[in-house]
């Protein structure tokens, strides 16, 4: 076990509502790379230590507009850590809400937060008013930073919550006032918050079955020793790689694999201008010679023509996660590109991948092993491990774990120290891990999670539905899709037309992508005999 420091974060919002520690995961840190000290601030670690190790000169952060070298960026991170704490008179602790897709204006800001000793609430670039204000209630956020493209939804979610003051915005195209041009007017280098390691670095949310955004908390030391796992003995970049995917940063997913992990490595990162289509990536992989690829399973398969067409130039890591990878999509890649797939599972709680396996390890069909400082294994509802070859739900110990803010539902991802991410899997004899399907009512589609009853409260404020009830269902190109049944209330007719109104008004309520791709009607729904609904019969349906 690492040794302990004393927190330098003076706002203790978080630290106080973290599960009481009987409820916390069993941490491991059994591996010599996982000796990380106690005192400790990852971006002080990672950017200004790369410029140390010689790194400064070399590319870091990417754009088709710049490319700015880690002794820049470095600078850059500095300016916007003295407005940060300067201007805006932040100290150690507070939360700081990021809104913004991937751009080097956001990881920049994210990287400045961290750096600063606040705390990160990074948020998706879709998500709607109302969802923006379940975060900000539950993080209680002391200042907000904008893509300015971005700033109508944040500014409704601010309207009735008075504690949140005027957004500071960047990629402001050099506008008065914006963070860029506030942070550039002092050219003084910015001494990292002297963190312990256990301080917290970031929330990220997520959503669960019931919709409600929980809270994943990690601290400096879990993203730099998930740094020391999954990437040193599966990924292994090197500084000479180029990384590019699709995933947005405000996921753990896409800020491990865009951000995190590239900086670990040396590497540089490219962001595009706007989001990528199937085509679009491809041509921008061989057009800055990309050697490193994350995306889901849905945009490699749809990528796989393009591929063959136009080729995909120096790649030679794909990495494939957040959705269950079908073999056919995993040999269709390869048949295009020439290129194994690289798969994976991970969970916002644990941060980053912790089952996974590359090249020569690959088995078909499988995710792969358990990653270097991490243990899995396959147990029954009481915990106990199943016999090999039976399928059972996941349980996971390692560097990282679950800790939600203030939330109940801690002690149903924690149970006996381990954690339990909801997934069902086979484990063979040789170690092998075969994904099963999840064991609750989350959607995966397109490597995006949604929770079905999210959209059955956006559905139920339709003033023409009376009942919904919101599954999965399997579908070949997007791995599932949200699928709706509604009830309607007396003159509503039940056509294509409805069907239209219903996935506009999702789109319009919550994130657009968690509208029901398909809309059934029916006179009831399947309930018990204490109204609950049978989403199973649904699902046979």
Aim: hydrophobic share 40%; net charge neutral; charged share 20%.
């Amino acid at each position: 076990m690492s040794a302990t420091a004393m927190s330098a974060q003076t706002d203790r919002f978080v630290h106080d509502r973290l599960p009481p520690r009987d409820q916390w995961p069993q941490l491991c840190y059994d591996r010599p790379e996982l000796q990380l000290p106690a005192r400790l601030n990852l971006v002080e670690r990672l950017l200004d230590g790369a410029c140390d190790r010689g790194w400064g000169g070399r590319p870091c952060l990417r754009s088709a507009g710049e490319v700015l070298t880690y002794d820049q960026a470095r600078r850059r991170v500095d300016g916007i850590c003295r407005v940060l704490t300067d201007d805006l008179a932040l100290v150690p602790g507070n939360r700081v809400l990021l809104r913004g897709g991937n751009s080097i204006g956001m990881a920049l800001a994210w990287l400045a937060v961290v750096k600063a000793g606040l705390i990160a609430v990074a948020t998706m670039p879709l998500l709607r008013a109302r969802e923006l204000g379940d975060i900000i209630d539950k993080a209680q956020p002391a200042a907000a930073l904008c893509d300015a493209a971005l700033l109508d939804e944040l500014e409704l979610a601010r309207r009735d919550r008075a504690g949140l003051g005027e957004p500071l915005l960047f990629n402001a195209g050099g506008r008065a006032g914006s963070l860029e041009v506030r942070a550039a007017a002092d050219p003084r280098t910015f001494a990292a918050c002297p963190t312990a390691g256990d301080d917290v670095a970031m929330m990220a949310f997520t959503s669960g079955t019931t919709g409600k955004p929980k809270a994943a908390v990690h601290t400096h030391r879990d993203v730099l020793a998930a740094c020391e796992a999954w990437p040193r003995h599966v990924l292994r970049a090197t500084p000479d790689d180029i990384v590019v995917g699709s995933p947005p940063l405000a996921f753990t997913f896409g800020l491990g694999g865009l951000l995190i992990f590239p900086l670990w490595a040396g590497a540089s990162v490219f962001f595009p201008d706007g989001p990528y289509n199937p085509e679009s990536m491809v041509r921008q992989i061989g057009a800055i010679g990309a050697t490193i690829c994350y995306t889901a399973p849905t945009f490699y398969r749809q990528m796989a023509p393009f591929a063959r067409q136009h080729g995909v130039g120096r790649l030679r890591i794909c990495v494939s996660a957040g959705e269950g990878l079908p073999d056919a999509t995993r040999q269709l890649w390869k048949q295009a590109t020439g290129i194994e797939m690289l798969d994976g599972i991970g969970a916002t709680e644990m941060f980053h991948i912790f089952i996974s396996s590359a090249g020569a390890d690959v088995r078909p069909g499988a995710i792969g092993k358990v990653v270097p400082g991490y243990q899995a294994k396959v147990v029954d509802e009481q915990g106990r491990e199943l016999p090999r070859g039976t399928i059972g739900s996941l349980a996971v110990i390692g560097p990282t774990g679950c800790r939600y803010l203030d939330d109940a539902r801690q002690t149903q991802y924690v149970r006996g120290g381990w954690n339990h991410p909801g997934d069902a899997f086979v484990q063979d004899e040789d170690g092998y891990f075969f994904y099963q399907a999840r064991a609750d009512d989350m959607i995966i589609t397109a490597g995006y999670n949604v929770g079905g009853p999210e959209v059955e409260d956006a559905l139920l404020r339709h003033p023409a539905v009376a009942e919904c009830g919101v599954i999965g269902k399997p579908d070949e190109e997007r791995g599932m899709i949200v699928k709706a049944f509604c009830v309607l209330k007396p003159g509503h007719a039940a056509d294509g037309a409805m069907v239209k109104a219903l996935q506009d008004h999702v789109k319009a309520t919550i994130a657009p992508f968690k509208y029901p791709r398909e809309i059934e009607f029916l006179p009831s729904l399947p309930r018990t005999e204490t109204g609950k609904l049978q989403r199973f019969r649904l699902r046979q349906l």
